[in-house]
């Protein structure tokens, strides 16, 4: 049986006003698909206001500007519909130490249960198979030959993460004999540790 046979996983992109909410950064867009048997399903994505103004190198990377979230959710309100999407399910980040310490922190702040959910980092997949060289979500993507999406904002990475977690899950299992999702997600880690500590 393939290894994501009867699996569900919810695959995650955020953007933000800076690199760490530790320095301030905030949260002004977040994405899921989710992935289910194997193929990308639902999609959902909300821009995110920050309570504060996005600067201009961040909005050079991803294009939000302080008028595009004007109107946007709260971040309250965004954590409310983030933790009943997400429920107790995988998820799939591509390098989850950027993006999970602003999701801590959105869960956190509205008031939320914390995220106990096993996690698959494509990074750590992509650096298991290929090294440590650059393993940039864009550069995977081409090197795949995966369509095209909107880079550098939140729907459009979580869609080319999903596929690339697809692509990389099917080697896992061929290559290295892989037999589930939390085994991907064992691995994935692995490699991010001993791959920080080269």
């Given at each position: 049986?393939?290894?994501l046979a009867g699996a569900r996983a919810s695959v995650l992109d955020t953007e933000t006003t800076g690199m760490s909410?530790?320095?301030?950064?905030a949260l002004v867009e977040i994405a899921r698909v989710e992935i289910e048997d194997g193929a990308l399903r639902d999609a959902w994505s909300s821009l995110v206001r920050p309570g504060r103004p996005i600067p201009p190198d961040a909005v050079a990377v991803h294009g939000i500007t302080d008028a595009m979230v004007a109107e946007a959710p709260t971040p309250?309100?965004?954590?409310?519909r983030l933790r009943e999407r997400v429920d107790d399910r995988t998820l799939v980040f591509?390098?989850?130490s950027?993006?999970?310490?602003?999701l801590v922190t959105l869960l956190r702040d509205s008031g939320q249960p914390p995220l106990l959910n096993p996690i698959v980092d494509t990074l750590g997949l992509a650096r298991g198979l290929f090294g440590a060289g650059s393993n940039s979500l864009g550069q995977l993507a081409?090197?795949?030959?995966l369509p095209a999406e909107t880079a550098h904002r939140a729907l459009g990475d979580a869609r080319t993460t999903?596929?690339?977690?697809l692509t990389l899950a099917a080697r896992w299992e061929s290559e290295r004999g892989i037999r589930s999702l939390a085994e991907l997600a064992a691995v994935s880690q692995d490699v991010m540790r001993?791959?920080?500590r080269r």
């Open positions: 049986m393939p290894i909410p530790a320095t301030g950064a309250a309100e965004i954590g409310a591509h390098n989850a950027f993006d999970l310490p602003f081409e090197r795949m030959g999903a596929r690339v977690f001993t791959s920080h």
